[in-house]
């Protein structure tokens, strides 16, 4: 066996440039679908982080039927918003913070002029807990602030259409939890460009939550429970314990109900991806197949000498899938090498990218994890030997004497 | 001979025309014309000036109902003014319409905020615009419609502008007196959003009008307003300074 893949890799050496091309073909399809990978990794992980760290928070607790009516932001849908009851949920394991939260649409007035927009009540000090992100988006002025109980946070196109800067006073008007119109005064204490990622409705403030509560005339209510978990992958843990403690008139949800669409475009993505990556690695392969066929043809004879000398049939198809097999490994492990150099470049600083449409920039950190590498080496590996089948059949079915006679 | 007997025929023909004419013409100005119908739809329910007490019922998705007490006053050169006296959150809150522009008083707030024309009055199924009601004529362009009911009118309004309260609708009149019978509203995409019944039509010291509104929202199942006049006193003084912005909260 030792002598079959010695001979294989003299054999492989022996056509320099023709295994140069070849094994540049697959190194750069692995370069670039190990890069590609990474770079997806990176971009899915900040959208994760973006929606889980900046809007939903890792699980949620609502009142049954919230969810599905969430389009009205009902409000007579409320829980208590007291420590007996998110101190209940706070005792889970694996819950590290939480936060009541009220969403709710009204108008925003200042002078003459008054604009729709959606609002989410927040908890200053619980909500930097559970979404940190919603208040590292704040680009001018403050976040929240539990001493600035009147203080609130805009989204600048909804300051633009006011004319409002931040410092400026607004007035916030909505219709409370039995639907007569209330009013308060505030103040813009901060401006953020983007709600968040994928965010609809660019026109959104965000309200301390016991201004709020007076706003809505529901003192110590909320409409929603936003729960962080560390460590992340423990979710349908900490959903499966939390449904017994909060009780069946409520639902839990995990972030994946709440944003489906999140795991829609990782789905998507990864399709595309998948196909790329084929594509790429089915030309490497074709190269492969190509140069191996060459090969048996322009050694015909000697295979027909080593065939006369007694070797086995069977020794020669594992001969010619060794070589080709020698390629893929060679190939592969240089282009994930170069692929993971790539990656590792990035990872640290990051690629700051801008989503279509959007006005924030967004940092990706590529990442590629093991199991991808190995089964991607596995795969440059095998496929090499199956492109290589039908070359070293051929081979391995030469009759000796007209082996030997060829010309070739 | 030809020319008399063409003579003859011309001159029964012009009397026969004549005479199908004569038929006509007395229905033809018994017909109102839309602009007419749309006049005496404003005649009825927002008269020159007058001074008003309405209760108004919101019945929720939930089938509890929200109740309003408010007293409406209309002014000259269609101003109108209200005041909420119910429920207690209520109290003291004010709207003013001058023109196309409306504001509501906020005592939390102390002062009086610009509001839209198509928001919803009080979280209830009816908009601002159709609270305070003034001027169909103004807003809307009637055309006359087959109402498919010999016994009443249809008009098919489009509004003007986008002050108006809705983009389209139908209105049912029913034919002799032009009491409104019903009312659709739609959407600029055609979407219908709200349908209305006029019920109870009372005297009010000489002016008949219905009573009693129903409006329902037909965006959402089982959401539906009333309002129902208690009183409405007609030709009543209206000071000028009470339809200013700044008036209100006084």
Redesign the interface.
Known sequence: MFALIRIALRNVTRNRRRSLITLSAVFLALTVMVGVRGLLNGLQATIREGVVYGQTGAVQVHRKGFLKAMQGAPL?LDLPADEAFLGKIRAVPHVTAVAARIPFGG?V?HG???V?SLFTALDPVAESKVCPQRYERVKVGRPLDPADPTGGDFTTPLLSRLGVKVGDGV?I?T??R????????MKVIGSFPEPGLFAADKKVGFIPLPLAQELL?MPGRATEVAIAVDPLDRIDEVVAALRPVVGPEYEVSSWHDVAGYVDEIVKNQNLVLNLISNIFLFMALLGILNTMLMSVRERTREIGTMMAVGVRRRQILALFLLEASLLGLVGGALGLAAGYGIIHHYAGEGIVMRAVGSTTDIVIHPFITAPFVARTFVVSIVGAAVAALLPSFFASRLRPVEALGSVA | MNNLMENAMRRSIILGVAALLGQAAPVAAAEPTAAEILKKYDDTMSPKTFDALVVMI?H?Q?DTT?T?KFRVMKGHDDKIRLWFFE?A??KG?EMLRVGENMW?Y?P??K?A????SR??F???DFNNADALRVNYVADYTPVLGDSGDPKSYLLDLSAKSKDAAYDKVKLWFRKGDLMPEKAEYYAASGKMIRSMKFTDVKDFRGLRRPAHLEMKNELAQKRWSEMTWLDMKLNVEVPAQRFVVDDLGR
């Open positions: 007579d108008m007035n003459d002029q008054t729709f007035a008007l219709n409370d039995d639907g007569v119109l209330n009013a308060v005064d005339r | 919101a929720r939930d929200r309003y429920p959150s209520a809150q509501v906020m939390s707030l002062r905020v610009r509001i839209a928001d919803s009080q979280g209830g």
